[in-house]
């Protein structure tokens, strides 16, 4: 079936994601449909979560064009260092049209691998860093409006409760499975990667 993007209030976006053990060619394919995904929907990073998979993997390109800046596929990334604080509208492609004011670090340290197992270990700044910040978040569950301060949120409620609306209908209608099956599927990636 072809990735696509979840929407809030998806129970696969409050995972918490699991390390990557192993990598083979099905992994590498996906890999490249999240970062064809990513570009088709305009985004510039998009986390395994958010194609409902529980894998701590995620794909950027702080330019959102493809052929253009640099393309990253990162797996089991941890953040060292936060240095610095900065605050930008953030949006998310699970939550479309929806924008906040978040404050993150201006600088980390990140260690990763790619995609063919090569170690990274870099110093991340600006944009870049509030890219690869949001979608590490994707992996631990946090969604942006999660970092946002409490007034901010109560703005942005009505759409958040929008999207609750229309995802439970979906499910009540049957389009959508049960969040307990939902959470079940991802076992059976978790088994496979983990």
């Not at 409902?52 to 995620?58: C, E, G, V």
């Not at 064009?65 to 492609?93: D, M, T």
Request: glycine fraction near 8%.
């Amino acid at each position: 079936m072809p990735l696509e993007v979840i929407h809030y209030p998806h129970p696969t976006l409050r995972y918490v994601s699991k390390p990557i053990r192993k990598v083979d060619a099905e992994l590498k394919q996906i890999a490249q449909e999240m970062l064809d995904l990513m570009y088709e929907s305009g985004g510039v990073g998009l986390a395994a979560n958010q194609v409902d998979l529980p894998l701590r993997m995620f794909v950027a390109n702080p330019t959102g064009q493809r052929g253009e800046g640099e393309e990253f596929v990162i797996l089991n990334p941890e953040v060292q260092r936060p240095k610095g604080n900065a605050s930008s509208v953030e949006g998310c492609l699970s939550l479309p049209g929806v924008n906040g004011e978040v404050i993150r670090p201006k600088s980390i340290r990140i260690s990763a691998f790619d995609i063919s197992g090569k170690s990274i270990d870099a110093t991340v700044e600006g944009f870049l860093a509030r890219v690869f910040l949001h979608e590490i978040d994707h992996l631990d569950g946090t969604m942006f409006f999660d970092r946002m301060n409490e007034q901010a949120v109560q703005e942005i409620q009505p759409e958040l409760d929008e999207f609750e609306t229309d995802f439970r209908s979906k499910q009540s209608a049957g389009a959508i499975p049960p969040d307990e099956e939902l959470v079940e599927r991802l076992n059976q990636w978790t088994e496979k990667y983990c």
